[in-house]
């Protein structure tokens, strides 16, 4: 069926094929990238949009030496496929199957691990940096979207790059879409550059003929001096970067293989930094993907034909009820806003942009600008709630610490995505937010165990005059009542079974059923626990932790979250303060980054699922069997 990707095994295989035949390769990639993804799931519009730019590069750069770095590295299925992955498609993003971003162990042709936005350009500088220093001659390329540019190390990146002046290829991969659409000064700019590329052709011959401007006299040079910046901020595309020290090219259409081809050799063959900006249709391809490209960023199984989810569900989600929440918040009280960086739809504050677009703000990929966005209109009086992925907020530790909590202001983080999060894997997982959250004085760290709780959380945090961080994970929220009178008191845990004082359980988050779901199997074995569903990490409800820990033979904690910093080590701690010293147990992951997998494989994995719990806590009440064999002895 895939009569030229079936011979593609490394990226010299490209090198038999004519222009003919590698635009029947990229249509056969096309269907590849459909049939695969629409069966595992994953980053489909990305990839279906780059894959001429993707043959391209392999057809000018040799990975072997030649070194590329994939922003985020979600657009990379066809680099791997083209690079001898083919045959690990069926395992794409499962559970110890090929992953979704560059890994340096999976192939020599990964030189560098993403995930995380806007990182590209400063790697491959420091990537060249290292060449020229070791008298090496490698090519050194950074892919980025037009969305990851938004990001503020990027720009970081571009100001030392235009100083710096050394070999290195930036290529602008422009579809004009983050996840959803692209925001910003920047993406206007990039707008623009779009709608004159008749010019691009003639760059040589506009600076050609503004250098013939003739200069009479002293005044008359300074003249046209100026009237050529002019002229040339008018025609030439891409000035931004020129002015800066960055050599543009383009725009070229990203789906002409042979015109990128080009570029890509023009680039190579400049001495100093180059910027080649390819223009891409987002999805290009696949008619659902090319209309609804937000959609289908990152998608689950589904339908080719219909385009529909295999597994649609109507669950509703903690992220759903955050949006809804915010709606009903937001009604009647105007200081309300909702800020996000790039995800609305992920975080599902999608409803409230529509519903109050002036107290919305999407500030592109930029989680360190929002947290002190943030900062300033709590300062001035509103009450901002910043919706973030757990993982993503590792970006703003400095802002919360330094120009939120610092000044103590009243503001709330929610933070999606907190626990394993699946298939995005090591660079995506939430599992360190209580590590850097809970060293931060004023700060409040806040999990519920259900939709229910979640709502009433969040209107908690509109009264808790000090800043306030919800996380939860990517889950369904299994029972929400938005009319529940419950009621969250500052640092105040909740006892939610009392069979016993066999052994205390203290959970922290939705992670909790697993615990609920244990007792009950404990009890069924006659071992009667007590669990309690903490609300707080901090302040942690000390004074029922102590006391039930002083009742109980033994002590578990369950979070989903490293046991590093997490709930469990505060507890540990509070429990040595009082000279409790009982056997304690955490549950939580350990000091090893979390690979991908669905969340019930990396529960079991780690032994976080209720049978577990339920097992380790039995096995602990037995004999030990050495024990045993040494008394035989
Ligand atoms: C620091 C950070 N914030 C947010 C994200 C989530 N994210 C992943 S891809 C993406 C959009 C990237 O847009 P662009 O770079 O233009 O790539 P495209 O998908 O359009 O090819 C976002 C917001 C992330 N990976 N990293
Ligand atoms: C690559 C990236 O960072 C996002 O696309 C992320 O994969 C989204 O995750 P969710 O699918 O959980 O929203
Ligand atoms: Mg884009």
Not at 151 to 177: C, P, R, S, W, Y
Not at 209 to 218: E, Q
Request: proline share 4%.
């Amino acid at each position: 069926m895939y009569k030229y990707l079936t011979n593609v095994n490394s990226p010299d295989d490209l090198k038999e094929l004519d222009e003919m035949e590698i635009e029947k390769l990229a249509n056969e990639i096309r269907f590849f990238l459909l049939e695969n993804v629409s069966k595992t799931g994953g980053h489909l519009a990305s990839n279906l949009g780059v894959i001429e730019l993707t043959l391209a590069m392999h057809s000018v750069f040799d990975t072997t030496t030649d070194k590329i770095v994939w922003d985020v590295g979600h657009q990379s299925y066809v680099h791997k496929l083209v690079t001898g992955r083919r045959n690990q498609f069926e395992s794409l993003r499962q559970y110890k199957g090929l992953s979704g971003f560059p890994k340096r162990g999976e192939s020599v042709h990964d030189h560098f691990e993403t995930g995380h936005s806007s990182t590209s350009i400063s790697a491959a500088l420091g990537i060249a940096t290292a060449r020229d220093l070791s008298n090496e001659t490698y090519d050194v390329t950074a892919i980025i979207g037009d969305g990851a540019l938004s990001g503020g190390m990027a720009f970081e990146a571009l100001n030392h790059v235009g100083q710096n002046k050394t070999n290195i290829n930036i290529i602008l991969n422009d579809n004009e879409m983050s996840i959803s659409e692209n925001t910003g000064g920047l993406s206007q700019y990039l707008a623009k550059v779009r709608a004159m590329p008749v010019y691009s052709k003639v760059k040589g011959d506009v600076e050609a003929l503004i250098n013939h401007i003739p200069a009479v006299g002293k005044s008359m040079v300074k003249t046209a001096g100026k009237a050529k910046d002019s002229i040339k901020y008018f025609f030439v595309p891409g000035v931004l970067f020129e002015e800066i020290g960055i050599t543009y090219i383009g725009p070229i259409d990203g789906h002409d293989y042979g015109r990128i081809q080009e570029a890509l050799k023009r680039a190579k063959a400049i001495k100093g930094p180059v910027l080649v900006h390819v223009l891409t249709k987002k999805g290009k391809g696949y008619i659902h993907a090319e209309e609804r490209p937000e959609k289908y960023h990152g998608v689950s199984s589904f339908d080719i034909s219909t385009g529909k989810p295999l597994k649609a569900s109507n669950k509703v989600s903690f992220s759903k009820v955050v949006g809804r929440t915010l709606v009903e918040i937001a009604e009647d009280n105007p200081k309300i806003t909702a800020i996000t960086a790039a995800m609305p739809d992920g975080t599902g504050i999608a409803e409230f942009s529509e519903k109050f677009p002036q107290r919305f703000f999407d500030v592109g990929i930029a989680e360190q600008h929002a947290v002190t966005l943030a900062a300033g209109q709590s300062v001035a009086g509103l009450h901002p709630f910043f919706a973030v992925y757990s993982t993503f907020l590792q970006r703003g530790f400095d802002q919360v610490l330094h120009d939120v909590a610092l000044q103590n202001l009243p503001l709330t983080l929610l933070l999606d995505r907190a626990g394993v999060v699946g298939a995005d894997g090591e660079t995506h997982q939430g599992i360190y937010d209580i590590g850097y959250l809970s060293l931060i004085p004023n700060l409040q760290i806040l999990s519920p165990e259900n939709g229910t709780e979640l709502h009433a959380m969040i209107k908690y945090s509109l009264e808790a005059k000090a800043p306030v961080a919800i996380r939860y994970p990517k889950a369904d929220a299994r029972e929400c009542d938005f009319n529940s009178d419950i009621k969250i008191a500052k640092g105040k845990a909740k006892i939610t079974k009392q069979y016993g004082d066999d052994v205390v359980v203290f959970a922290f988050g939705p992670i909790h059923k697993n615990a609920e779901e244990a007792v009950e199997k404990l009890r069924e074995q006659n071992t009667n626990a007590t669990l309690v569903n903490l609300r707080f990490a901090k302040p942690l409800d000390q004074q029922t932790i102590i006391d039930l820990s002083q009742k109980a033979g033994r002590i578990y904690t369950i979070e989903d979250h490293a046991l590093i910093g997490g709930v469990g080590s505060h507890i540990v701690q509070v429990l040595n303060e009082h000279q409790i010293s009982k056997p304690v147990y955490r549950f939580g992951y350990p000091d090893h980054f979390i690979h991908q997998g669905s969340i019930s494989e990396i529960y079991q994995e780690y032994g976080m699922d209720a049978e577990a719990i339920a097992n380790k806590i039995l096995s602990d009440a037995r004999p030990k069997l050495r024990n045993v064999k040494s008394f035989m002895k």
